[in-house]
C-alpha cells in the first residue's frame, strides 16, 4: 500500500489487476487513451498497459508510478491514477503527468478527487516538484477536479497523442501545479 484515505487504499497495480483494466478499458465512456488507438481490441490495449506498468516498475530510474484504486468497503478496484513521463523540466524541476482512469460506475462521487489529492502527496514524497494533467473539455467534472486541486490551466489544444475514437486529434486542457 502507498496511500490510505478515508475511502480509498492507494496500491501499486499488480499483474492480477489485469481483468479489472480490461474491464475499465472495455466501457464505452473510458477514455480513448494511446494503449487503444488504431482500433486496437481491449484485451491486447490492456496487455499493452500492463506491459508499461511492469517495465516502469523495474526501470531504475523509474519513470512512473501507476496506482490501483480500491474501495475500502468493499475491496473493490475502481479505477488507476498515474505519476507518469517523470523527467526533468528545465523551468519547473522534476515534473511528472498526472491522470487516471475511474470506473464509470464510480464517476461523481469523489473517488477520483479523493485519489488524486493522496496522488498529489505521493508526487511530494517522491520530491517531484510538479504535476501537469490533460482533462478532456467535454468532461467539465474532469477539469474542475484539477482546479479544485489547485491546478492552472496552461492552455487547450488538440493534441496528436491522444486521438478521437475517429482518429482526429483530441482537444485537451492542459493543467500544471507546482509542488
Known amino acids: ?61 523509474r519513470t512512473g508510478w501507476f496506482i490501483a484504486i480500491i474501495k475500502k468497503e468493499e475491496n473493490k478496484f475502481i479505477g488507476m491514477r498515474a ?18 482512469f475511474i470506473d464509470r460506475a464510480e464517476w461523481n462521487k469523489g473517488y477520483s478527487f479523493e ?9 511530494k514524497d517522491l520530491g517531484i516538484q510538479s504535476l501537469y494533467a490533460t482533462a478532456d473539455p467535454r468532461n467539465v467534472g474532469s477539469w474542475r477536479n484539477l482546479e479544485k486541486l489547485g491546478m492552472q490551466l496552461t492552455g487547450q489544444q488538440e493534441v ?5 475514437r475517429d482518429g482526429s486529434p483530441a482537444a485537451r486542457r492542459f493543467y500544471r501545479i507546482i509542488l
Do not use: C, W
Request: avoid cysteine; proline fraction near 6%; glycine fraction near 2%.
Open 1 to 61: 500500500m502507498l496511500y490510505e484515505t478515508p475511502r480509498l487504499v492507494l496500491r501499486e497495480i499488480a499483474p492480477a489487476d489485469s481483468l479489472e483494466i480490461k474491464r475499465i478499458f472495455s466501457h464505452p465512456d473510458f477514455f480513448y487513451a494511446q494503449f487503444m488507438q488504431n482500433n486496437t481490441p481491449v484485451a491486447e490495449a490492456a496487455k499493452n498497459f500492463m506491459n508499461l506498468v511492469a517495465l516502469n516498475h523495474n526501470a531504475n530510474p
Open 160 to 164: 496528436s497523442k491522444y486521438m478521437q
Open 115 to 123: 485519489a488524486a489529492q493522496a496522488m498529489i502527496s505521493l508526487a
Open 83 to 100: 505519476l507518469d513521463e517523470l523527467r526533468e523540466h528545465p523551468e519547473f524541476g522534476l515534473e511528472a503527468e498526472s491522470s487516471a
